[in-house]
Structure formats: structure tokens, C-alpha cells
């Protein structure tokens, strides 16, 4: 399971009993691992959220050092009716810019920039993120990649607040929940294709998944009984049987892959056109 700071501090990763300290450039030395009631205490605070496109590739690139240009999909469409498949895929498209980001490439950065922009715009969030699409562009042609994930980061950070200030928190929930789907997909493709019990480690994460869904339980009863949010609250229902797998024991290769299959199946849905 996946816990942020929001201090900034200190990023936690809580791989199966274990906890890694994945630090920023601020962050003091490892602390001790947490006992199991420290852990079961901190899933209940505010502390606890949806852990970013960023902090889930954090946890990846070094022990598996992935083929990052090659987790890239093609264009999604720009155009979707309802703000339920808008948020969420606002949220997918950000995680896309995370991953062109760790490949570090130019171009690809610039265009989901843009697309990203684009989509803001259908949520009428675009004054503020039409400033960080220009500052996009500008790390991307200088190849500053640190602050492109720094910007990132702070892109998604404006489209939550400009949501919050109009009382749009439902959408600030699926727009994360997009990003961590999306996230999600590419890990659990990545640790499929060079499989050892640490990298499934890395996706045995059902506090993460109950946490998800409560969140879910917490929007608006009109954006609940959308038939694309019901659909993918229930998935994830599945998904998390998936990743519950005993305490202290990592998901197998089998068990990587069957995740790996039902979040592309719920990725395609979500970006299905209708």
C-alpha cells in the first residue's frame, strides 16, 4: 500500500509488512519500519491519500528500470459527454505525461501537455493550467526533468484546487482515481514483464484499494449512479480481491498478470467514446 506525506517530506511505501522510505530531495535519513498498529492507525488518517502517477513510478524505476517510451498508449478522445469520464481521464492523461516524463521525451511531454490543457478546459478549470501548459513546453525544450515532474505535480495540484474553490471535490476524487488506474496499469505491466516477489510487493496494496472505494462512497449519490463511476467501483471491488493476498506474502506472477488484465479492460472503458 501506497501512503503520501502531505507534508512533503516523506513518501511512504508500504510493500507487505515492510515500509521503504522513498524520500524528497529535503527528506531527512530512513526512519525504522512502522509496526502493524502504526500502519493500521495511519490508513485512518488525513494523511492517507491517493497516491500520485509520480509516487507510483517512484516505487518502480529503480529495481525494474522499465522501457518507459513503451508503456505509452495511443490518443484518447478529447470530447467526452459527461464530467465523470472527463475527470477521470484528465486523471489518466496526467499519469501519461508522468511516464513521457521518465522516458524523457520531448515531444511526447509537449503533446499531452497540450492534451492536458485541453481536457482542463472541458472541466473549466483552463485560467490557471493554461500558465503551467506553457511551463511544460518551456522544462520540456530545455530538458529540465526534474522540475517537469516537480510542474506535473503541481498541475494536478491546480486542476484539484480550482475544482475544490467551485465545490467540484467529487471530481478531485475521480480525477485522482484516474491517474492512480492509469498508474496502476503500467506498474502492474511493468512488474509482469520482469516479475520477482519485491516488484510484486510493490502491488499488494488492498488498504489501498478499501480506501479507494471509500472515497467512491463519498461523491455525490448522482455521480455514484453514473454508469461509468457504478461500472468502475465495481471493478475495483474485483480488483482488490486480486491484490489481497495474506499479510507479509507478495502477489504472484499469476496473480500480476489477472491485475494487469482487469485494469486494462478498466482503462479501455474508461476511454472507451460512447
Known sequence: MFVRNLSGTILWLLLAGTVVAVPSPSASPSPASLSHEQIAQAIKTDSVTIPTPGELFAALAKPAKPDWAARYR?????????????????????????????????????NIGGDIVKMAKALGVSENILARGNSINQFAENDEWSALQEELESTQNEVKGSMQSHRDQDLVILVSLGGWIRGTQVVSG????????????????????????????????????????KSVNDQLNAIEQIVATPFGRSLSLAEVTKLNESVNKLMEEIQKKN
Do not use: C, W
Not at 486523471?91 to 520531448?106: K, P, Y
Open 74 to 110: 495511443g490518443p484518447i478522445a478529447m470530447n467526452y459527454k459527461t464530467r465523470a469520464q472527463i475527470a477521470l481521464n484528465l486523471g489518466g492523461l496526467i499519469a501519461d505525461g508522468f511516464i513521457a516524463v521518465e522516458a524523457q521525451d520531448t515531444q511526447q511531454v509537449k
Open 190 to 229: 511493468v512488474v509482469a514483464k520482469n516479475y520477482d516477489e519485491k516488484l510484486g510487493q510493490v502491488l499488494r496494496q488492498p488498504e489501498l484499494l478499501r480506501f479507494i472505494r471509500s472515497k467512491i462512497g463519498q461523491i455525490s449519490p448522482e455521480l455514484q449512479n453514473d454508469p461509468l463511476v
